[in-house]
């Protein structure tokens, strides 16, 4: 399942509660009056009373030229916004005017109550079948909030009442693949934390690593994350001289949850930790400084991909695409255990693989102030030289369509806060002058062939924007699906969007599916 949301990158989108897409005021004119032989010419609004006249209507939403369509699977007046899909089936959301999330099972049927969250919407997050969020918001001083989930079979349960938890979610608690486990850093006010692994139900928790320091910057915040049913884990020890800290990289393998230590001495967290696709081996950089190496999540000694390896992807056969430090491209094969070098020089940052596994978006430069980047593309599979796009570090790379045709990439971002909206723009994937496709546009959810959805024209009062489709094998501009909707919208699979509307307060408002042409 795949997600588009107007919190695309780190700007965000902070979504209004109103549930017009627009608004206006009238004022009522009295008719002149004379006091004291001075002409009073204010035509300062009166109330209905005074002026004899009625109050005036309220304005109406322009909610556009295509009303909702495909199928409503719930119908409300109040301002529902989709949050995620499980799956299992089932459609996460809020109700705005109430703060209450409830799932919605896609197949039909009432929705079910999960509860109230007060906390951020991207503190939900799905995992498989299981939905964890934050009842409220993370204290912005400690990072301290109660975690709870929801599945299907369980319902809500209260997994803990005081866990580490980043407002903006950040890998710092998860869910096991089966839906069986949940994994957090058990807070105390002392800022030193426990990781632990709670059944489901909520009804047994193990402490798996004590003492963990929850406030050192170097190592802010630690991490949790499932591979299957394997947890990885990136804290620090709690120590006297907090300087002294340093990462550790854990592995703990469902049932009994055994420590099996990775390392000791790993750079600080920025991010999950790369795991093939069989889930049996992390990429990580060496903590010796010898470049990447594939650590065995069942313990045992690391492989060395490359002593000079820096930025890496796993491509689906769990091939490995890495820059090195010399700025070369190559592929290393799980197979032989061999590298070959794709390009001799001059890129940094390896981004997406096509669907094909023929092609990739890659980076030279990355800006320190935005962290856009420049774009190439890239054979993933021939040497060759790279085929240069943008030469500046201004796009956001966003892959490419199902059938690996076109590479898609945004430009032209806004540098302050508020609705995050920009340029799309694509090639061939031979390369070619960029074309402008979309403006004031968000992320691609890719389809079948050449065809994507889309918002734009989104409405800054309430977040509103329409869906749109487009085929980059013709040349014909966005065709509207549905005017001011709400900007999150849900690929259940490619002949299924999940959307909701609010614009106005009639029949249509509520949840829907639509098939994308």
């Known amino acids: 399942m795949r997600r588009l949301t107007m919190e695309t990158i780190a700007l965000g989108l902070a979504l209004a509660g109103a549930t017009g897409c627009s608004s206006s005021s009238t004022h009522a004119t009295p008719d002149a009056s004379t006091d004291g032989g001075l002409t009073d010419t204010s035509t300062e609004a009166m109330a209905p009373s005074e002026a004899g006249d009625a109050a005036p209507p309220p304005p109406q939403p322009d909610c556009g030229t295509t009303p909702p369509t495909g199928k409503q699977l719930f119908a409300s007046t109040d301002q529902l916004s989709v949050f995620a899909l499980t799956t299992d089936g089932y459609a996460a959301y809020e109700d705005l005017n109430t703060q209450e999330l409830f799932a919605l099972p896609l197949a039909g049927g009432p929705p079910k109550d999960i509860g109230k969250m007060t906390s951020q919407g991207r503190t939900l997050y799905p995992h498989g079948t299981v939905v964890l969020y934050l009842p409220i918001a993370a204290d912005p001083s400690t990072s301290i909030a109660p975690l709870s989930v929801w599945t299907a079979a369980g319902g809500t349960v209260a997994i803990s009442t005081s866990i580490l938890a980043v ?95 990775l390392g000791t001495a790993f750079s600080p967290p920025a991010g999950p930790i790369a795991v093939d696709p069989k889930g049996k081996n992390a990429l990580i950089a060496s903590p010796s400084g010898s470049g990447l190496a594939l650590y065995p999540l069942a313990g045992g000694n690391p492989v060395t991909v490359d002593a000079t390896g820096t930025n890496a992807i796993f491509t689906p056969s769990g091939d490995i695409i890495y820059a090195t430090s010399a700025t070369a491209l190559k592929r290393w094969s799980a197979t032989t255990g061999m590298a070959t070098t794709l390009v001799v020089s001059g890129l940094n940052y390896p981004t997406i693989l096509s669907a094909d596994g023929n092609w990739l978006q890659a980076s030279a430069q990355m800006s320190a102030q935005t962290e856009l980047l420049d774009l190439y593309i890239v054979s993933a599979t021939t040497p060759g030289s790279a085929i240069p796009i943008v030469t500046t570090p201004t796009t956001s790379p966003m892959g490419f369509t199902a059938d690996s045709k076109y590479s898609v990439f945004g430009t032209n971002f806004p540098m302050d806060f508020g609705a995050v909206t920009f340029t799309m723009e694509a090639t061939k994937t031979t390369g070619g002058t960029p074309n402008k496709i979309l403006s004031a546009a968000t992320s691609a959810l890719y389809t079948s062939a050449s065809k994507f959805i889309s918002n734009t024209n989104q409405t800054k009062s309430t977040g509103g ?24 919208l849900f690929l259940a699979s490619a002949s299924e969007l999940v959307y909701s509307w609010y614009c106005d307060k009639n029949a249509m408002a509520g949840i829907w599916t639509l098939t994308p042409p």
């Open 465 to 488: 924007a329409d869906i749109v489709s487009m085929d980059l094998s013709t040349t014909n501009g966005p065709t509207v699906l549905v005017s001011q909707a709400d900007p999150n």
């Open 167 to 261: 407002d903006s979610y950040y890998y710092t608690y998860d869910a096991s693949d089966d839906g069986k486990y949940v994994a957090y850093y058990q807070a105390s006010s002392s800022g030193v934390g426990t990781l632990t692994v709670s059944s489901i139900d909520g009804k047994s928790q193990m402490s798996l690593v004590s003492d963990i320091d929850l406030t050192n910057g170097n190592c802010f915040p630690p991490m949790v994350e499932f591979a299957g049913n394997t947890l990885i884990a990136q804290y620090c020890p709690a120590l006297d001289d907090a300087s002294a800290e340093t990462t550790t990289v854990a592995a703990f393998a469902d049932p009994t949850f055994t420590t099996v230590t």
